[in-house]
């Protein structure tokens, strides 16, 4: 712990230097400095009564970040400072809180080789036993804070190797990460006008994390091991990932350890397949997750210290109505209250088709069509009992259905200006096993007519209105957006979600706002009630409190 | 940790006026899965576009439909390479060679898997336009409305012309 520290003193004291020493002499041939802000500031009002809503005591908050890059000749330097005044955005995890510096590094760059120390993101393969990354949105960012050292031995391979700890707020975890992984083209053809090729990549993580409580035999080091294999010419790909995992302690509803040492043979198993003609694209995946949704530190809550990345493989859809009732992928352990297991894993699929009628066709008409159709259905590993202690998870059999969702959407351009779509969604959502409450056979319908059109003077007008059916859940809903963008910089939007078959009373929740862009910079400011529920981007959610207030969200890069 | 801060914001100020992009080292895949660096996409006397976007935003998929049609134009007047960096993670990355497919994109497709070159870039909103020239960065812009792939076009054309 000390060394860690005294290290991370001395890249701190190394990077400042770098970066004020370069940023002194500010010509071409002294480097480049790189950068971007991001703020997003919320003012809540004092109190909603028709969400049930009251703001904190510090109603204005905001989430900051800057981000300063240099770069001269192979070597680069980089700090993230972060700023989360009076208090970070509602809904976000209590680790970001004040200001302060949360990501920094050094770095070297040569064809064959590249050296990181600080702060440093990295994926193996697909991220099934590492992925470190940064998601704004939804307040992740565990970046590993060590070494990392890659490798082009030969043109068709790299190597990485990976360790350190991953970041946590402004703070670390506790446990160190070491990684391996090579990535290799084992087979390449010769054929121009139909390349082939092999991928082949294995992956291995150690995680070592001590314990110090009264419990016997909780591991302190889990082994994670990957292999995947990819098979692609012009309209074929095939591949497929397996991976195991050695057991760590499982914890339960409160946070606790509800078993410390019971082998359980977690493993993550893939298969994907895509096909690709000229005007059409088919893509298939079916994957199995047995507890392999994992942190780096074993009681870390909500989605900090993730150690790798196991989404939800379903359909990710635009439509505010059709992101209601959004999929969370079941990938560990879950527990009702009183430690009974209530999901234990998941196997399932989705597929996936997209269909472009060209113009001047029969089907495309003069201008042209689209139509994609969905469907992903996921139910949870069938297991034998809901004592934790001596359940059994059985492998490739599942029980009850998590999630179903079928989409068709079609797009037709009427004319050069003028164009519409037409969407359908049909679900089935597990309210018990998703969110731990409600109707195991929540349904709904979701259908949204949508049309853009353009002007001769350059501007255009987008508006959409949707609907969605609810059977067992909290009602029906309808929605409307209209937005209008002048050609030039600013756009102006209003829309409306109304929960109007609400059992508590009806509420809209309405949003009006402007954007304003120019170059880099993006300045969005609006007004209105935001619903309680789920932002969700990839397979990780955020809960998001009921909230009315004014936002005002800037980005500019330079 | 105030120092620290006021720090950074002295070097933010000198820094501003000389600011060009940093992306050595990053690895794009292609559509064969096979690592392409960026330095080697920049390369070149050809203009390179290099358009950030992902299966779930629709602008960025509206701002590709609408240059995929004059693209060809494009390249007979400008002799431009067009390519569209897709930021979706494993969630919908296999969605975005079919989407492409499916829409009879004539736009060769790059995985910017883990958002290494979006965050080298310093991208922070999609769609996102960068026109590259004999390996140097001339012009970016962030948002996209009906009709801007005209303006693109006369600011890749002055661009050539220097």
């Given amino acids: 712990m000390y060394t860690i520290n005294l290290y991370k003193n001395y890249l701190v004291v190394c990077v400042f230097s770098c970066i004020s020493v370069l940023s002194a002499a500010q010509e071409k041939k002294y480097g480049k400095l790189t950068g971007s802000f991001e703020s997003f500031m919320q003012a809540y009002k004092k109190q909603d009564d028709k969400i049930g809503f009251v703001a904190p005591e510090d109603r204005l908050r905001s989430n900051n970040y800057l981000k300063i890059d240099y770069s001269y000749k192979n070597f680069s330097v980089g700090v993230q400072a972060e700023s989360y005044e009076q208090n970070a955005l509602l809904g976000y995890p209590e680790i970001f809180k004040g200001?302060?510096?949360?990501?920094?590094?050094?770095?070297?760059?040569?064809?064959?080789?590249?050296?990181?120390?600080?702060?440093?993101?990295?994926?193996?393969?697909?991220?099934?036993?590492?992925?470190?990354?940064?998601?704004?949105?939804?307040?992740?960012?565990?970046?590993?804070?060590?070494?990392?050292?890659?490798?082009?031995?030969?043109?068709?391979?790299?190597?990485?190797?990976?360790?350190?700890?991953?970041?946590?707020?402004?703070?670390?975890?506790?446990?160190?990460?070491?990684?391996?992984?090579?990535?290799?083209?084992?087979?390449?053809?010769?054929?121009?006008?139909?390349?082939?090729?092999?991928?082949?990549?294995?992956?291995?993580?150690?995680?070592?994390?001590?314990?110090?409580?009264?419990?016997?035999?909780?591991?302190t080091s889990l082994h994670l091991m990957a292999t995947r294999l990819t098979y692609n010419n012009n309209?074929?790909?095939?591949?497929?990932?397996?991976?195991?995992?050695?057991?760590?302690?499982?914890?339960?509803?409160?946070?606790?350890?509800?078993?410390?040492?019971?082998?359980?043979?977690?493993?993550?198993?893939?298969?994907?397949?895509?096909?690709?003609?000229?005007?059409?694209?088919?893509?298939?995946?079916?994957?199995?997750?047995?507890?392999?949704?994992?942190?780096?530190?074993?009681?870390?809550?909500?989605?900090?210290?993730?150690?790798?990345?196991?989404?939800?493989?379903?359909?990710?859809?635009?439509?505010?109505?059709?992101?209601?009732?959004?999929?969370?992928?079941?990938?560990?352990?879950?527990?009702?209250p009183g430690q009974l297991l209530n999901t234990a894993g998941e196997i399932g699929g989705k597929i996936e088709w997209y269909k472009n009628f060209a113009k001047k066709t029969k089907w495309g008409g003069k201008y042209g069509m689209q139509l994609n159709v969905s469907f992903a259905q996921y139910s949870g590993l069938d297991f034998t009992t809901n004592d934790i202690n001596t359940?059994?998870?059985?492998?490739?059999?599942?029980?009850?259905?998590?999630?179903?969702?079928?989409?068709?959407?079609?797009?037709?351009?009427?004319?050069?200006?003028?164009?519409?779509?037409?969407?359908?969604?049909?679900?089935?959502?597990?309210?018990?096993?998703?969110?731990?409450?409600?109707?195991?056979?929540?349904?709904?319908?979701?259908?949204?007519?949508?049309?853009?059109?353009?002007?001769?003077?350059?501007s255009s007008i987008k508006a959409d209105v949707q609907h969605m059916w609810v059977v067992n859940g909290k009602g029906n809903w309808a929605a409307a957006t209209l937005e209008y963008a002048t050609g030039k910089n600013f756009s102006f939007f209003i829309a409306d979600l109304y929960h109007y078959q609400n059992s508590s009373g009806e509420v809209h929740y309405y949003n009006a706002g402007s954007a304003f862009t120019y170059k880099t910079l993006r300045v969005m400011a609006s007004y209105g009630r935001q619903r309680e529920g789920l932002i969700c981007v990839g397979g990780v959610c955020r809960l998001v409190p009921a909230s009315t207030g004014f936002n005002i969200n800037t980005s500019i890069s330079f | 940790m105030k120092k620290i801060v006021v720090t950074l914001c002295i070097c933010v100020q000198i820094g501003v006026a000389f600011a060009q992009n940093n992306y050595a080292g990053v690895f794009l895949k292609n559509e064969q899965g096979r690592p392409i660096s960026f330095d080697s996409i920049i390369a070149g006397n050809k203009p390179i576009i290099i358009s950030f976007w992902a299966t779930w935003c629709s602008p960025c998929i509206n701002e590709l439909d609408n240059i995929n049609d004059v693209l060809e134009d494009w390249q007979k007047e400008t002799d431009v390479n067009l390519f569209a960096v897709t930021i979706d993670d494993t969630r919908s990355?296999?969605?975005?060679?079919?989407?492409?497919?499916?829409?009879?994109?004539?736009?060769?497709?790059?995985?910017?898997?883990?958002?290494?070159?979006?965050?080298?870039?310093?991208?922070?909103?999609?769609?996102?336009?960068?026109?590259?020239?004999?390996?140097?960065?001339?012009?970016?812009?962030?948002?996209?409305t009906e009709g801007a792939e005209k303006k693109l076009f006369q600011t890749l054309k002055k661009i050539i012309q220097g």
């Avoid at chain 1, 920094?104 to 099934?128: D, I, P, R, W």
């Avoid at chain 1, 999929?327 to 560990?332: E, F, K």
């Fill in chain 2, 93 to 144: 990355q296999a969605s975005a060679k079919g989407l492409a497919k499916g829409k009879g994109w004539d736009i060769p497709i790059l995985f910017d898997e883990n958002q290494d070159l979006k965050r080298a870039l310093n991208v922070a909103n999609i769609p996102h336009i960068f026109i590259f020239y004999k390996g140097k960065l001339q012009y970016q812009h962030t948002g996209y």
């Fill in chain 1, 235 to 336: 309209k074929l790909s095939l591949g497929t990932e397996i991976a195991f995992r050695t057991n760590d302690a499982v914890v339960n509803e409160m946070g606790n350890i509800a078993v410390a040492n019971k082998k359980f043979m977690g493993n993550l198993i893939q298969v994907n397949a895509s096909f690709s003609g000229k005007q059409s694209g088919l893509n298939l995946v079916l994957r199995q997750v047995n507890n392999y949704g994992l942190k780096s530190d074993r009681l870390a809550p909500l989605n900090q210290l993730l150690l790798n990345y196991v989404p939800a493989l379903t359909k990710q859809h635009h439509y505010s109505l059709a992101n209601i009732y959004v999929y969370n992928p079941q990938v560990r352990f879950g527990f009702l």
């Fill in chain 1, 99 to 219: 200001t302060g510096v949360t990501n920094y590094y050094v770095g070297y760059t040569s064809k064959k080789l590249q050296v990181t120390l600080g702060h440093f993101y990295e994926q193996f393969g697909n991220g099934a036993t590492l992925r470190c990354w940064e998601d704004r949105q939804i307040g992740i960012n565990n970046a590993l804070f060590g070494a990392r050292i890659l490798v082009k031995p030969v043109d068709w391979m790299t190597v990485k190797l990976v360790a350190g700890k991953k970041r946590n707020g402004f703070n670390m975890g506790d446990a160190m990460v070491y990684g391996t992984d090579v990535d290799m083209n084992i087979y390449k053809s010769k054929s121009i006008t139909n390349p082939s090729n092999l991928l082949m990549g294995i992956s291995y993580v150690n995680k070592q994390e001590d314990y110090t409580g009264a419990l016997n035999n909780v591991p």
């Fill in chain 1, 391 to 458: 359940t059994k998870v059985n492998s490739f059999k599942s029980n009850a259905i998590n999630f179903r969702d079928f989409h068709v959407e079609l797009k037709k351009n009427w004319s050069k200006n003028f164009k519409t779509s037409i969407t359908y969604i049909n679900l089935l959502y597990n309210q018990q096993i998703i969110e731990g409450f409600g109707s195991t056979d929540l349904k709904a319908d979701i259908t949204v007519i949508d049309g853009t059109y353009k002007f001769s003077n350059g």
